[in-house]
């Protein structure tokens, strides 16, 4: 999957760039990471030009641009398949992880790893919870998985935890309204149907951003296109002017 790294080489604005990184594992809530980013940014003293959002990490833009706000002219919002989280979303990157484990797993295995994360999204649990049960089964049957190929255990513990960490931010970003920031925004769209924009019916896509460019992608390769990096950058140079 594309990342940051993939699009910012591609840009030529010469502009300083700040990358966040999920927080570590432990429960957080969503303001505790948009205040650690916050005072960060506010810290260097540098000025906010635009903020990037990918997915998820959209909604976090928006929150980011609300803080950075409070002490300088509002930067642009660029989000890319912007999407806020839901149950549907922790399940798809369970069965993300069980497709990463299931070199190391008998066909049976996998099944009933995939079943029982059907099972899970079906009970409707509140997101915490799904995300607990989720990340449970993800050590459950990875840890063998792992065992069997002779990864030692504090790997094993390291590579898995940190599906857990992903979830709990998933988690941690559903505590907030992006709404109204996205609503400025630009968003750059794949043609991945359950991904951003693509997720929403039409009545609700019109309005949810302020302008929409929609690329013949898949979600996976947003960031790593030359197309989008030249819309991000035409984007970029339009605020300049």
């Known amino acids: 999957m594309g990342s940051f790294s993939d699009l910012i080489p591609r840009l030529k604005t010469g502009r300083a760039v700040w990358e966040t990184r999920p927080p570590a594992p432990g429960d957080r809530s969503a303001d505790d990471h948009l205040d650690r980013w916050a005072a960060d940014v506010h810290a260097s003293g540098l000025t906010v030009r635009a903020v990037l959002g990918y997915c998820v990490g959209s909604v976090f833009g928006a929150g980011l641009v609300e803080r950075v706000s409070a002490w300088q002219e509002p930067p642009m919002l660029i989000v890319f398949d912007p999407e806020v989280p839901h149950p549907a979303l922790l399940h798809r990157h369970y069965l993300d992880a069980v ?76 505590e907030l309204d992006p709404s109204r920031g996205w609503a400025a925004a630009t968003a750059i769209t794949s043609a991945t149907e359950h991904n951003g924009l693509n997720t929403l019916p039409a009545d609700r896509r019109e309005g949810a951003v302020a302008r929409e460019i929609r690329f013949d992608l898949p979600h996976p390769e947003l960031l790593r296109d030359p197309d989008v990096a030249a819309a991000v950058e035409g984007l970029l140079t339009e605020r300049e002017r």
């Open 99 to 174: 497709t990463a484990l299931a070199g190391f797993m008998t066909a049976a295995q996998v099944e009933a790893a995939r079943r029982e994360g059907d099972v899970a999204l079906a009970e409707k649990l509140a997101m915490t919870e799904l995300a607990k049960v989720l990340s449970d089964l993800v050590v459950a049957h990875g840890e063998p998985a792992l065992a069997g190929i002779g990864l030692a255990a504090d790997r094993s513990a390291e590579l898995l935890g940190g599906f857990r960490a992903f979830l709990s931010y998933l988690v941690s970003a559903a």
